[in-house]
């Protein structure tokens, strides 16, 4: 893990990751490198660098009494003023659809305006993307399910900006599972809306290719994780978080991962997150090259790789934030019908969320759509199969949870 520090708080030990200034006016043809003895020491303390990066995984941290003596940089700090996520009361699906709806909407624009910026070469705001951020959490916390599933409904021409959106609203609602705090969960969120920036360096030809790679075009691809790295290096108000999983999303946990192949323990907690709800996304979307995949067998797909790719605690902790049945999945009921998953109900069972059922699977025919709270009182029906819409011929079955008033 990435930390900007002060020259003061430098040690024998410490793995310099980078200076911050230019490498050019510094005495060594190394921008990377471990800190081994006091002379090297002396030479950057006594030169014109102020603050540089340090890798914690690949040497030693700051000392307990150098951090209390020494405030933490503002980039790292979310203001004071920052209220707070406790205050906001959940909300249903119903109530919040259409404030997520704007929210996704104001969003993507913003995104594709930040994105573009970076691919002409500017740094990137991080005062601005955290504004976006702080609506994103907003939105979670009244209901995670309303804009996690509505970044879902991305088009294969708005993957790239719209699944910036989706990874940073899953980071909140995965943070929020594991407990983090206020100021670690809106780092997770900004770290989830920057974790592709790197992909402005990659051409727009390879990046919205419908067809199979070429072997060159896969490597060019894979450049994007260090590629964003230093794009975020230069941002303003960026913290070492977000730097942390841009350059560490595509990590797995048996060191088969790239771009630094860190393994187990290695691998932050943040980067363990970003790869869970990175992979997600990528497989629940419409790419140029496939179709996505139903939000439930997406997380039997990714709990069969769970053991070598993903830490099991998070992957575990992911599953909880969204549901066994996220929202837009296909059911079958014992009664034979078929509905859509339309919402989560907190502090119920996994197993009965709310469902629109719209078809019978007896008569081979649509019926009146009829909402069902599977964990309601009295109702004896419930899930006993995900189902593929195209088996039953069916086509656009998101418009059930879309629509309260769907009809056939």
Not at 214 to 222: G, L
Not at 268 to 292: E, F, H, W
Not at 384 to 396: F, I, T
Request: hydrophobic share 45%; aromatic share 6%; glycine share 8%.
């Amino acid at each position: 893990m990435l930390k900007k520090i002060g020259i003061k708080q430098l040690r024998q030990g410490m793995h310099i990751h980078e200076m911050c200034g230019s490498w050019l006016n510094t005495p060594f043809w190394q921008k990377s490198f471990k800190l081994r003895d006091q002379a090297t020491l002396d030479k950057i303390t006594q030169g014109s660098i102020d603050e540089v990066w340090i890798d914690v995984a690949k040497g030693l941290d700051v000392l307990a009494e150098s951090v209390a003596a020494e405030a933490p940089p503002a980039l790292t700090r979310v203001p004071d003023a920052a209220p707070g996520f406790k205050h906001i009361v959940p909300v249903s699906m119903a109530e919040e659809i259409g404030r997520a709806a704007r929210i996704v909407d104001e969003s993507k624009q913003a995104v594709v305006s930040m994105f573009n910026e970076a691919r002409m070469g500017k740094a990137i705001d991080g005062e601005h993307a955290k504004v976006l951020v702080e609506d994103i959490a907003a939105s979670v916390m009244r209901n995670p399910g309303a804009l996690i599933s509505l970044a879902r409904l991305k088009t294969a021409d708005d993957y790239t900006y719209m699944h910036s959106v989706a990874v940073c609203a899953l980071m909140i609602a995965l943070s929020a599972q594991l407990g983090l705090d206020d100021e670690q969960t809106r780092e997770a969120g900004l770290a989830g809306l920057l974790h592709d920036i790197g992909k402005m360096a990659i051409s727009l030809d390879i990046l919205n290719k419908p067809g199979k790679l070429t072997d060159a075009e896969f490597v060019s691809v894979k450049e994007h994780p260090g590629a964003g790295h230093q794009m975020l290096l230069l941002a303003n108000s960026v913290g070492p978080i977000a730097l942390d999983v841009c350059r560490h999303h595509h990590e797995k946990m048996d060191g088969s991962g790239y771009p630094d192949r860190l393994s187990g323990d290695q691998i932050s907690l943040y980067a363990r997150m970003g790869a869970v709800c990175d992979v997600y996304d990528a497989i629940t979307s419409n790419r140029p090259y496939k179709q996505g995949w139903c939000p439930a067998e997406s997380l039997r797909k990714m709990a069969g790789w769970s053991e070598g790719h993903f830490d099991a605690v998070v992957f575990q902790a992911f599953v909880r934030s969204i549901g066994i049945y996220p929202v837009g999945t296909l059911v079958r009921l014992e009664s034979g019908r078929l509905g859509v998953v339309v919402e989560q109900q907190v502090g119920k069972s996994l197993l009965s969320p709310k469902v629109r059922v719209f078809f019978s699977s007896k008569s081979m025919a649509y019926i009146t759509p009829a909402l069902l709270d599977l964990a309601g009182p009295g109702l004896q029906d419930k899930i006993v199969a995900r189902e593929d819409a195209s088996k039953w011929g069916l086509k656009d079955v998101d418009r059930f949870w879309l629509d309260d008033t769907a009809a056939t």
